[in-house]
């Protein structure tokens, strides 16, 4: 590929970005819309992690010698992000309150 054709592509490449601003700027102004780009956000984020994670904890799994331990380890630190997220969506209100309180009170 010819140089100016990398820049051409780079450039638009680059240009969807500023698109995508406006249209996340435009749709994070209604509070239906926000609840949907942060569930999707989200799931990508878990998805990406799993994806990345899986193959490397698969790995150490095998090539270790205390399997069980190995396994063990690595359910408990699936169980204690998801008890995480879990709390911080119960308790979501009283953080936001905290946090606001916070910021008015320094």
Same mark, same amino acid.
């Given at each position: 590929?010819k140089?100016?054709?990398?820049?051409?592509?780079?450039?638009?490449?680059?240009?969807? %970005?500023?698109?995508?601003?406006?249209?996340?700027l435009?749709?994070? *102004? $209604?509070?239906?819309?926000? +609840?949907?780009? @942060?569930?999707?956000?989200?799931?990508?984020?878990?998805?990406i992690? %799993?994806v990345?994670?899986?193959?490397?904890?698969?790995?150490?799994? *095998? $090539?270790?010698?205390?399997? +069980?331990?190995? @396994?063990?380890i690595h359910?408990?630190?699936?169980?204690l992000?998801?008890l995480?997220?879990l709390?911080?969506?119960?308790?979501?209100?009283?953080?936001?309150?905290?946090a606001?309180?916070?910021?008015?009170g320094?």
């Amino acid at each position: 590929m010819k140089i100016k054709f990398a820049v051409l592509f780079n450039f638009l490449s680059a240009c969807t %970005c500023f698109l995508g601003l406006f249209v996340g700027l435009v749709a994070a *102004s $209604n509070d239906d819309v926000q +609840k949907w780009i @942060f569930a999707f956000t989200a799931g990508m984020f878990i998805y990406i992690a %799993c994806v990345d994670l899986m193959p490397i904890m698969a790995k150490q799994q *095998s $090539n270790s010698s205390r399997k +069980k331990t190995v @396994f063990l380890i690595h359910q408990i630190g699936f169980l204690l992000g998801f008890l995480l997220m879990l709390f911080i969506a119960i308790y979501e209100e009283d953080i936001e309150r905290v946090a606001i309180d916070d910021s008015h009170g320094h």
